[in-house]
């Protein structure tokens, strides 16, 4: 096992406080079903791609997801949530965008066909990301409610995949939590995996902070995250601590806490140790923290992807036979998977 995957001790660096701001509440409409804050109906699905740093392949993996999906027969919509640097639209050769998503929250263009274009893959369309810097504006909880609640209610899409930002914003954990799937892009370098471990443990903080918000445990969660000795621990340690002082609170921490399941996808894979990193990071996760992950496996590096940026078309249209769109296609169907067969009575 190779030692790089193993967590660095994580000092207790909760975000800010959530003041003001009004999670939604869950709405259970499947308990089967995947772990996003926002649990709904099978039809309707979202994906986000987060990372911790930036060109690790966020946008690459989200724009050839969404023409993986759509080849399956999905109707798919890409959003470019990357707040602070929208290129999804360069990585599937649509021009500069005309609307953006910053028209859509700043300037009322409340009707999604006036900022959605077409991508010319049938069943892909794309929200660009906006051109100005929204990522300063540091967006209200309820704008990106509005966004989601929105995109949701006026489009047919099966599943929209959000291309989140680098790093460790509000904006970013808000959208990768709301999400019903959150995928992690790491590569197989110690730089690369502690930075997606830096995500995770924001990403928890946040999801941590927004259950205590809706369960009344504010003392006993904040207790248990800023005791210094040991930092965060375990998810374990958590609900043992409200088990103790609020037993009735714990069973549903618990449900909510088990339901917070980052998927991993390695990138620029170079070895077959490389390969393996993911299934490692989820062991690492699992023995230190007491946190499930998934790994979703890995892609190649492979020089078609590059080639295919500067093509300015998705690699899975350009070189569907190389390693790394073979490589996307198997991630796809496990995706696919993870939200079992579609029932007849999907929401159209
Ligand atoms: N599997 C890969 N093999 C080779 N190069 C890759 C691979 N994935 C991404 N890249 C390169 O990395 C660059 C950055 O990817 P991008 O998706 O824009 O990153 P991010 O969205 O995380 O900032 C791409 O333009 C491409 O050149
Ligand atoms: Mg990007």
């Known amino acids: 096992m ?40 099978r039809s309707r699905r979202i ?18 997801l969404g023409v993986a999906l759509a080849q399956a027969g999905h109707k798919v919509l890409l959003v470019d949530a990357d707040l602070g640097g929208a290129n999804l639209h360069t990585c599937l050769g649509v021009g500069p965008p005309e609307s953006t998503l910053s028209d859509f929250l700043r300037r009322g263009k409340a009707n999604l066909e006036e900022v959605m274009v077409s991508t010319g893959v049938p069943g ?9 810097s929204l990522d300063a504006a540091n967006l209200k909880y309820a704008q990106k409610q509005k ?3 929105t995109l949701l209610s006026q489009t047919t899409a099966d599943y929209l995949i959000l291309d989140l930002g680098a790093g460790t914003s509000f904006n ?9 799937h959150g995928l992690l892009v790491v590569l197989p370098e110690p730089t690369s995996v502690e930075n997606a471990y830096r995500f995770v443990k924001a990403a928890f903080f946040r999801k941590l902070q927004q259950t205590e918000a809706r369960y009344g445990i504010q003392d006993l969660v904040d207790g248990a995250l800023s005791t210094r000795e ?14 103790r002082k609020a ?5 549903r921490l618990e449900r909510e806490l088990a339901a917070f399941r980052v998927h991993l996808v390695v990138n620029q894979a ?61 991630i796809a169907a496990r995706l696919l998977t993870l939200d079992g067969p579609s029932p007849e009575s999907a929401i159209p």
């Open 247 to 251: 037993p009735s609170d714990a069973e």
């Open 47 to 64: 994906i986000a791609v987060g990372g911790g740093k930036g060109g690790i392949g966020k946008s690459m993996v989200s724009a050839n």
């Open 147 to 149: 966004l989601l609640r």
């Open 270 to 330: 170079r070895t077959d140790a490389d390969e393996k990193v993911g299934a490692a990071m989820v062991s690492a996760w699992k023995k230190f923290f007491g946190i499930d992950m998934d790994d979703l496996g890995a892609l190649r590096y492979d020089d078609e992807a590059w080639r295919a940026v500067r093509k300015r078309k998705p690699v899975l249209l350009e070189r569907p036979d190389s390693p790394v769109a073979q490589g996307l296609q198997r």
């Open 230 to 243: 040991g930092g965060l621990r375990t998810l374990h340690d958590v609900v043992d601590q409200v088990r």
């Open 172 to 180: 970013t954990l808000d959208f990768f939590l709301i999400a019903d």
């Open 124 to 132: 892909l369309s794309l929200i660009a990301g906006a051109q100005d």
């Open 2 to 41: 190779r030692a790089f995957v193993k967590p660095a001790p994580l000092p207790p660096s909760a975000p800010a406080s959530l003041a003001g701001s009004s999670p939604r509440a869950a709405n259970d409409v499947s308990s089967a079903g995947p772990t996003g804050l926002a649990r709904r109906a």
